[in-house]
């Protein structure tokens, strides 16, 4: 079982940043696929960001094209926690965001793969 606890969400104008932070639980993080992914009000929750270990020494990730270059999706395993960091926000990018975990994950973008989910952390972008 892993709990997954967002933080860092806000208020912020276009253009700022934010830091979100996932925390997790359990001795097999380093092995779990993380994403992050959101949702916006009377629309479907869609991917953002992943990191899946590729079976040697590193990670791969995957972005969204909507955020590609302006979002980092980074982890710390001996931490247990996944981050993403949001630069150039705009307006659009206000939604839920949703971390979320899975052991079998093979397209890090499909959320049905993630056995695991935060309860979320709200952020908004004021124009």
């Known amino acids: 079982q892993v709990q997954l606890v967002e933080s860092g969400g806000g208020l912020v104008q276009a253009g700022g940043s934010l830091r979100l932070s996932c925390a997790a639980s359990?001795?097999?993080?380093?092995?779990?696929?993380m994403g992050w992914f959101r949702q916006a009000p009377g629309k479907e929750r869609e991917f953002v960001a992943a990191?899946?270990?590729?079976?040697?020494?590193?990670?791969?990730?995957y972005y969204a094209d909507s955020v590609k270059g302006r979002f980092t999706i980074s982890r710390d395993n001996a931490k247990n926690t996944v981050y993403l960091q949001m630069s150039r926000l705009k307006p659009e990018d206000t939604a839920v965001y949703y971390c979320?975990?899975?052991?079998?994950?093979?397209?890090?973008?499909?959320?049905?793969?993630?056995?695991?989910w935060g309860q979320g952390t709200q952020v908004t972008i004021s124009s």
């Open positions: 979320a975990a899975g052991l079998t994950v093979v397209d890090g973008t499909n959320l049905h793969e993630y056995d695991y």
């Open positions: 359990g001795r097999t993080f380093s092995s779990h696929a």
């Open positions: 990191t899946r270990w590729n079976g040697g020494s590193a990670y791969y990730r």
